[in-house]
Protein backbone atom coordinates (compact mmCIF):
# COMPACT_ATOMS: atom_id res chain seq x y z
CA UNK A 1 0.00 0.00 0.00
CA UNK A 2 2.75 2.28 0.88
CA UNK A 3 4.40 1.70 -2.16
CA UNK A 4 1.36 2.19 -4.35
CA UNK A 5 1.43 5.55 -2.50
CA UNK A 6 4.66 6.61 -3.46
CA UNK A 7 4.38 5.69 -6.72
CA UNK A 8 0.87 7.86 -7.38
CA UNK A 9 2.99 11.34 -5.65
CA UNK A 10 5.93 10.75 -7.59
CA UNK A 11 3.93 9.44 -10.38
CA UNK A 12 7.31 6.88 -11.21
CA UNK A 13 8.66 3.81 -10.63
CA UNK A 14 12.08 2.13 -10.34
CA UNK A 15 14.13 -0.38 -12.53
CA UNK A 16 17.07 -2.00 -12.47
CA UNK A 17 19.68 0.46 -10.88
CA UNK A 18 21.77 1.81 -13.84
CA UNK A 19 25.51 2.54 -14.66
CA UNK A 20 27.74 5.49 -13.97
CA UNK A 21 26.16 8.45 -15.92
CA UNK A 22 28.45 11.16 -16.38
CA UNK A 23 26.63 13.54 -19.29
CA UNK A 24 22.61 14.77 -19.14
CA UNK A 25 20.11 16.45 -21.36
CA UNK A 26 17.74 19.09 -20.64
CA UNK A 27 14.19 17.80 -22.06
CA UNK A 28 11.60 20.27 -20.91
CA UNK A 29 13.67 23.39 -20.95
CA UNK A 30 10.45 25.47 -20.37
CA UNK A 31 9.72 24.07 -17.44
CA UNK A 32 9.51 26.29 -14.73
CA UNK A 33 11.08 24.17 -11.77
CA UNK A 34 14.24 24.79 -14.44
CA UNK A 35 13.91 28.42 -14.21
CA UNK A 36 16.78 28.66 -12.56
CA UNK A 37 19.10 27.54 -15.30
CA UNK A 38 18.00 29.75 -17.75
CA UNK A 39 18.86 30.04 -20.57
CA UNK A 40 18.44 26.63 -20.65
CA UNK A 41 19.41 24.47 -24.10
CA UNK A 42 16.84 21.91 -25.29
CA UNK A 43 20.95 20.17 -25.99
CA UNK A 44 23.02 21.31 -23.73
CA UNK A 45 24.68 18.78 -21.87
CA UNK A 46 25.60 18.91 -18.08
CA UNK A 47 27.74 16.72 -16.02
CA UNK A 48 26.05 14.64 -13.26
CA UNK A 49 28.53 12.61 -11.61
CA UNK A 50 27.90 9.17 -9.55
CA UNK A 51 25.01 6.29 -9.04
CA UNK A 52 21.55 7.30 -10.24
CA UNK A 53 18.52 5.22 -8.67
CA UNK A 54 16.33 3.83 -12.19
CA UNK A 55 13.37 6.14 -12.63
CA UNK A 56 10.50 4.89 -14.37
CA UNK A 57 8.07 7.50 -15.61
CA UNK A 58 4.39 6.57 -15.06
CA UNK A 59 2.31 10.05 -14.93
CA UNK A 60 5.53 12.44 -14.65
CA UNK A 61 7.53 14.99 -17.12
CA UNK A 62 10.71 13.78 -17.66
CA UNK A 63 12.74 17.32 -17.16
CA UNK A 64 16.46 16.15 -17.47
CA UNK A 65 17.71 12.85 -18.88
CA UNK A 66 20.71 10.78 -20.38
CA UNK A 67 20.35 9.40 -23.80
CA UNK A 68 23.45 6.70 -23.92
CA UNK A 69 22.35 4.65 -21.53
CA UNK A 70 18.77 6.32 -21.61
CA UNK A 71 18.53 6.84 -18.04
CA UNK A 72 15.80 9.63 -16.35
CA UNK A 73 17.65 11.68 -13.76
CA UNK A 74 14.93 14.59 -12.96
CA UNK A 75 10.89 14.29 -13.24
CA UNK A 76 8.24 16.82 -11.90
CA UNK A 77 4.75 15.69 -10.78
CA UNK A 78 1.39 17.14 -10.18
CA UNK A 79 -0.59 15.39 -7.74
CA UNK A 80 -3.98 17.44 -6.96
CA UNK A 81 -2.59 20.78 -5.32
CA UNK A 82 0.81 19.38 -4.30
CA UNK A 83 3.51 19.72 -6.64
CA UNK A 84 6.56 16.90 -6.79
CA UNK A 85 10.36 16.72 -7.83
CA UNK A 86 11.80 13.62 -8.17
CA UNK A 87 15.75 13.52 -7.97
CA UNK A 88 17.46 10.15 -9.09
CA UNK A 89 21.07 11.25 -7.22
CA UNK A 90 21.14 11.57 -3.07
CA UNK A 91 21.33 15.09 -2.24
CA UNK A 92 23.74 15.66 -0.30
CA UNK A 93 25.93 17.97 1.44
CA UNK A 94 28.87 17.26 -0.56
CA UNK A 95 30.58 20.27 -2.13
CA UNK A 96 30.68 19.09 -5.60
CA UNK A 97 26.92 18.74 -5.57
CA UNK A 98 26.36 22.27 -4.16
CA UNK A 99 28.02 23.92 -7.46
CA UNK A 100 25.68 24.37 -10.37
CA UNK A 101 23.82 23.37 -12.11
CA UNK A 102 23.33 21.47 -8.82
CA UNK A 103 22.49 24.72 -6.95
CA UNK A 104 20.39 26.39 -9.34
CA UNK A 105 18.64 22.89 -9.64
CA UNK A 106 18.28 22.76 -6.35
CA UNK A 107 16.96 26.28 -5.84
CA UNK A 108 14.03 26.06 -8.83
CA UNK A 109 12.57 23.60 -8.29
CA UNK A 110 12.44 24.22 -4.23
CA UNK A 111 10.75 27.47 -5.70
CA UNK A 112 8.81 25.69 -7.89
CA UNK A 113 7.52 23.39 -5.28
CA UNK A 114 6.69 25.24 -2.63
CA UNK A 115 5.14 28.45 -5.04
CA UNK A 116 5.64 30.94 -2.44
CA UNK A 117 7.66 29.63 0.53
CA UNK A 118 7.45 31.90 3.29
CA UNK A 119 11.21 31.50 4.01
CA UNK A 120 14.16 29.89 2.50
CA UNK A 121 18.34 30.20 2.56
CA UNK A 122 20.90 30.97 -0.13
CA UNK A 123 24.27 30.40 0.43
CA UNK A 124 27.41 27.90 -0.45
CA UNK A 125 27.26 26.11 2.34
CA UNK A 126 24.10 23.30 2.81
CA UNK A 127 22.74 24.45 5.59
CA UNK A 128 19.14 23.16 7.03
CA UNK A 129 16.58 25.59 8.16
CA UNK A 130 13.46 25.37 10.28
CA UNK A 131 11.15 27.74 10.81
CA UNK A 132 9.16 28.05 14.29
CA UNK A 133 6.49 30.76 14.51
CA UNK A 134 4.46 32.22 17.76
CA UNK A 135 2.11 35.10 17.96
CA UNK A 136 4.65 38.31 16.77
CA UNK A 137 7.56 35.89 17.39
CA UNK A 138 9.35 34.01 14.77
CA UNK A 139 12.38 31.47 15.74
CA UNK A 140 14.52 30.27 12.70
CA UNK A 141 16.65 27.47 13.80
CA UNK A 142 19.96 27.35 11.36
CA UNK A 143 22.25 23.60 11.13
CA UNK A 144 25.54 23.79 9.26
CA UNK A 145 25.45 20.00 8.01
CA UNK A 146 28.63 21.04 5.82
CA UNK A 147 31.15 18.05 6.10
CA UNK A 148 34.66 19.65 8.20
CA UNK A 149 37.09 17.72 9.83
CA UNK A 150 34.82 15.59 11.97
CA UNK A 151 31.19 15.64 11.76
CA UNK A 152 31.02 17.85 14.88
CA UNK A 153 33.25 20.32 13.28
CA UNK A 154 31.03 21.47 10.10
CA UNK A 155 33.31 24.22 8.16
CA UNK A 156 31.53 27.61 9.12
CA UNK A 157 29.32 29.15 6.57
CA UNK A 158 29.72 32.42 5.63
CA UNK A 159 28.11 35.38 4.58
CA UNK A 160 24.64 33.46 4.84
CA UNK A 161 21.42 34.93 3.18
CA UNK A 162 17.82 33.93 4.99
CA UNK A 163 14.59 35.07 2.84
CA UNK A 164 11.04 35.91 4.98
CA UNK A 165 8.03 36.67 3.85
CA UNK A 166 7.62 39.51 6.05
CA UNK A 167 6.89 43.07 4.65
CA UNK A 168 9.92 45.36 5.98
CA UNK A 169 7.13 47.52 7.88
CA UNK A 170 6.19 44.70 9.83
CA UNK A 171 9.65 44.25 11.38
CA UNK A 172 10.08 45.23 14.93
CA UNK A 173 13.91 43.74 15.99
CA UNK A 174 16.19 41.02 14.42
CA UNK A 175 18.74 38.79 17.18
CA UNK A 176 21.11 36.04 16.92
CA UNK A 177 21.73 33.85 19.90
CA UNK A 178 25.13 33.06 19.30
CA UNK A 179 25.98 36.44 18.43
CA UNK A 180 26.85 36.35 14.51
CA UNK A 181 26.18 39.97 12.75
CA UNK A 182 22.53 39.91 10.90
CA UNK A 183 21.55 42.94 9.07
CA UNK A 184 18.45 43.37 7.71
CA UNK A 185 17.53 44.77 3.97
CA UNK A 186 13.79 44.91 1.95
CA UNK A 187 13.40 42.27 -0.71
CA UNK A 188 10.18 42.11 -3.17
CA UNK A 189 7.61 42.06 -0.54
CA UNK A 190 9.47 40.63 2.17
CA UNK A 191 12.85 41.07 3.57
CA UNK A 192 16.54 39.30 3.70
CA UNK A 193 18.56 38.73 6.89
CA UNK A 194 21.95 38.60 6.10
CA UNK A 195 24.12 36.34 8.48
CA UNK A 196 28.19 36.91 9.21
CA UNK A 197 28.28 33.27 10.04
CA UNK A 198 27.13 29.89 11.14
CA UNK A 199 29.43 27.56 12.59
CA UNK A 200 27.36 24.60 13.71
CA UNK A 201 24.15 25.97 14.89
CA UNK A 202 22.63 29.58 15.09
CA UNK A 203 19.16 30.70 16.54
CA UNK A 204 17.47 33.52 14.72
CA UNK A 205 14.84 35.32 16.61
CA UNK A 206 12.50 37.60 14.32
CA UNK A 207 9.89 39.94 16.40
CA UNK A 208 7.00 42.20 14.86
CA UNK A 209 5.41 44.97 15.56
Known amino acids: MQGDLLIDILGDDYGEPPSLVTMAKVVRPSHPALGELSPVPSEGAYPFEGRRANIKPINSN ?69 LRGRGKSLSLCLVNTMRGPTFYNPVAARDVEVYLAVPAEQLGSVKTCK ?27 VDLK
Open 62 to 130: VLIKTDFPETVLLTANMLGKGRVIHFSWLVSEETSYLKDPYGKLYRGTSLWTMKEPLAYVKSNHNLDLT
Open 179 to 205: GADVHVEPMGKGIVLKISVVDDVEWVT
